[in-house]
């Protein structure tokens, strides 16, 4: 479609869009009509996307026939790998995160609000870590795709 010029063609591009899409009314297809009774370029123009709407569905339509569409399949291999390193993760971040608070709280120079705010922090941290854990627990062996591979 051109850039519309006028109003006139603006309402004729909506019309087209919606010919198109199989959405006209019975009024707008005759406001359609009547707009391209007056211009024998808008018919033809009109045809044209017609017609390549129906080349792109039926291209879509054989597509989705011909298409094997199948989820990601993760091995017991695999599976076991990325449980054991997620967990190993998780544990080796606690044990950092502990072992440097203990060291923190056992520095007498420290002042008491710094020792204050890194336990607020660690226990935001440790709280967050165990939810991670949790939801991760949970989602285990719940696969939302398990339906669609029978």
């Known amino acids: 479609m051109s850039q519309p010029s006028s109003p006139d063609d603006e309402h004729y591009e909506s019309l087209a869009v919606k ?16 707009l391209l009774a007056q211009s024998s370029e ?16 039926a ?7 011909t298409a ?16 054991s390193s997620f967990l190993a993760l998780l544990f080796g971040a ?9 060291h923190l709280f056992v520095d007498p120079e420290l002042p008491p ?14 709280a967050l870590f ?4 949790t939801v991760r627990l949970r989602a285990t062996g719940k696969d939302p795709y ?3 591979d029978r």
């Open 130 to 133: 165990s939810y991670a854990l």
């Open 113 to 126: 609000v710094v020792k204050l705010a890194t336990l607020v922090g660690m226990s935001g941290l440790f």
């Open 59 to 65: 291209m879509t339509q054989r597509i989705l026939t």
């Open 146 to 148: 398990q339906e669609i």
């Open 19 to 34: 010919a198109v899409d199989g959405q006209l009314s019975a009024e707008e297809r005759a406001e359609l009509d009547a």
């Open 94 to 102: 606690l044990l950092l995160c502990g072992y440097g608070t203990y």
């Open 68 to 83: 094997r569409i199948e989820p990601p399949r993760v091995g017991r291999g695999a599976r076991w790998i990325q449980r």
């Open 42 to 57: 808008r018919a033809a123009e009109l045809e044209d996307f017609l017609s390549i709407k129906e080349t792109t569905d």
